[in-house]
Structures are given as C-alpha cells and as structure tokens.
C-alpha cells in the first residue's frame, strides 16, 4: 500500500529556532495536508495544500507541495514552546479520499 | 469553524461489556465521517469510512461485528465496542467531512478507552 516516510522522528530545539520536517512518498499524492496533534488530543488541520508547487503560509508556519507531488516540506519559524506536538503529513490521491498518514514528527521546544 | 466533538473524552470498562462512542460535528453537516485508532507514539490507523445513511466500510482486518459504526445523520456517529477485551485499549479519534469549505477531515478530540 502507500506509504509516508516521514522525517525526521523528533526534534529538540531551542525556543526561537526554526524548525523544518518533510514527508516523501513513492508514489503520487495531489492533496497534501499537515496536522498538529498534542498529547491526548485529536489533530488539528494546520495547512492543506492542493496544487503542485504551492508554497502556503498560516502564520509561522510555511508548507509546500512538492512539484514531482511525492514530497511535502513543513517549516516553523521562531519556534515557541507551545509550537510542542506531533506533527503529522498526509497524503490524498483524490480530494475526498482516504487519508495516507506520516509517522509523525515529535517536537520538543526548550524555553 | 468545523468543530467536531468526541464523548466520552476516556471510558473505562470491564472485558465483555460494550461501549459507545459518539462523535459529532457541531457546526457543518458531515456526510462522511471516519473513525480511526491510535496507539502510544504511533499514528493513527483508518478502521472505517461511514457515509451518512448508509453502511460503514472497514478497513481490511478490522472486524465488522466487533466495532459496529452508525451514521444516522449529518451531525452523529457512533461507534460500539462491543465485547470489550484489554487488547481493545487505545486512543479513537474520529474524523468528518463535509461538503465545500468543509471538505477537509476535522478531527475529534479522541476518546481514551481502557478495558479492565
């Protein structure tokens, strides 16, 4: 089945720091959508992307849709300790369709 | 804007009893909704896809009779654990998704089940 590489695992950064993680995948995705969850919470959407090359923005954070459609790259700038969570990518084929999710990226911001 | 709620937010119940989850959307009309699960530090799993009114479609090796799933209308579904056992235990989050500037899953806040 598809299959998200998510990376990297975890991060531990300084407050203020930016902070980057991508997902790849071996085949072709033409939704990509990015999700914070923290702990015993469900995700929150943070950013859907749905054209190949789009680069958006939601406040600090920055995403794209990578053009080939197999990767996606989110970015935080001057991470905040609240900015602590699990982010998640996932993947559509279709709009609408089932949801193809990372592994997740465990964030931790030290103060 | 889409907000979608979970209740119970964590149960626990004893092995052979059932339990229902609800999972609704408080804001815009659902017609699909999906309930997944999550283990500890792992990501979330698909179990089953519910278009409202009609049956739940579930995910290969997750049992039908076990997590019984009703969508009955645009704003609620629910799912029974039925015959609860420990192995049972995780995190079930469930997801909607409506129509237009919904189309997107939202997400609930999850429910915590723990069976004894």
């Known amino acids: 089945g598809q299959q998200l590489n998510q990376s990297p695992q975890s991060m531990f950064i300084q407050e203020g720091e930016d902070v980057s993680m991508n997902c790849t995948s071996s085949s072709i995705f033409n939704t990509w959508l990015w999700y914070k969850q923290d702990p015993g919470e469900g995700p929150v959407l943070l950013i859907a992307l749905y054209k190949a090359g789009e680069l958006t923005s939601n406040g600090r954070l920055t995403a794209q849709f990578g053009i080939t459609r197999k990767d996606s790259f989110l970015n935080i700038s001057a991470s905040i300790p609240s900015d602590v969570g699990i982010y998640f990518c996932?993947?559509?084929?279709?709009?609408?369709?089932?949801?193809?999710f990372g592994e997740g990226t465990q964030l931790t911001v030290n103060p | 804007g889409a907000v979608v709620s979970q209740h119970p937010s964590w149960v626990i119940c004893k092995s052979g009893t059932s339990v229902k989850i609800e999972c609704r959307s408080l804001d815009f009309q659902a017609t699909t909704m999906f309930w997944y699960r999550q283990f500890p530090k792992q990501s979330l799993m698909l179990m089953a896809t519910?278009?409202?009114?009609?049956?739940?479609?579930?995910e290969q090796g997750v049992e039908k009779d076990k997590f019984l799933i009703n969508h009955a209308s645009l704003t609620l579904s629910t799912l029974t654990v039925t015959s609860a056992h420990p192995e049972d235990s995780s995190f079930y989050i469930c997801?909607?998704?409506?129509?237009?500037?919904?189309?997107?899953?939202?997400f609930g806040p999850g429910t915590r089940l723990t069976v004894t």
């Open positions: 997801s909607a998704r409506g129509t237009g500037l919904f189309y997107e899953q939202y």
């Open positions: 519910s278009n409202e009114g009609s049956k739940a479609t579930y």
């Open positions: 996932a993947g559509q084929v279709t709009s609408g369709s089932r949801l193809t």
